[in-house]
């Protein structure tokens, strides 16, 4: 009964602070409380945490822009953490990394972008098709950094990224092996250079 009593108290005191818009502190108590809840408070206790995800997915609403920001990003994922079954949140959070990986892209952070894009695609798997047209958009800008590198004589690079290429978009297996191919025979021929290792501990740099 004392341990009830407690944890009706920290409940009590997790709704002051929501009243009073101290979510981190109502939030902690919420988990504090859950410990020794009984089974009818953990429900009070699961309304209290979708109230205050509620509120966390009306302030990134407010401040929603066409841009991507870390802070909204870390909003909708407290959200989750407090309601994880609330689709609307999952949405909300994969088009916003949808923005990131653009913005990521427009800067040419291939890798970033393309584990943003992923991400995305875990939190809302219903968001498949845009997210294969970035995958395509992710393609063409390294087939286009692929074509620069040739041009500047950095083959080691451009085999990296062909290589990223194929991973993105498998359907382009078959053209670029070929021209990898092409490429490390020359590379090897002309250069006496061993390619194969090389490109290595290129393929996760930008």
């Known amino acids: 009964l004392e341990n009830d009593a407690s944890c009706t108290g920290i409940v009590i005191n997790a709704v002051d602070d929501i009243e009073n818009a101290r979510y981190d502190d109502a939030i902690a108590n ?3 409380a859950e410990e020794h809840a009984t089974d009818d408070l953990m429900i009070d206790i699961e309304i209290r945490k979708e109230d205050i995800a509620n509120i966390y997915i009306d302030m990134y609403l407010e401040g929603k822009s066409s841009i991507y920001s870390e802070e909204s990003e870390q909003i909708l994922l407290k959200a989750l953490s407090l309601f994880p079954g609330y689709s609307k949140t999952n949405k909300l959070l994969s088009d916003l990394l949808i923005k990131k990986g653009d913005r990521l892209l427009e800067f040419g952070n291939h890798n970033a972008a393309l584990e943003s894009y992923n991400r995305s695609i875990k939190y809302y798997p219903e ?5 294969n047209h970035r995958y395509e958009n992710l393609a063409v800008s390294l087939i286009n950094k692929t074509n620069k590198s040739i041009e500047k004589s950095d083959f080691f690079l451009a085999l990296a990224n062909m290589k990223k290429t ?5 359907e382009l297996k078959d053209v670029l092996e070929k021209s990898m191919k092409e490429l490390t025979n ?3 021929e002309d250069f006496h250079m061993e390619s194969s290792d090389r490109i290595q501990n290129l393929i996760y740099q930008d």
């Open 166 to 170: 194929i991973s993105i978009q498998p």
């Open 127 to 131: 968001n498949q098709k845009l997210i």
């Open 186 to 188: 020359f590379i090897d």
């Open 30 to 32: 919420l988990h504090r």
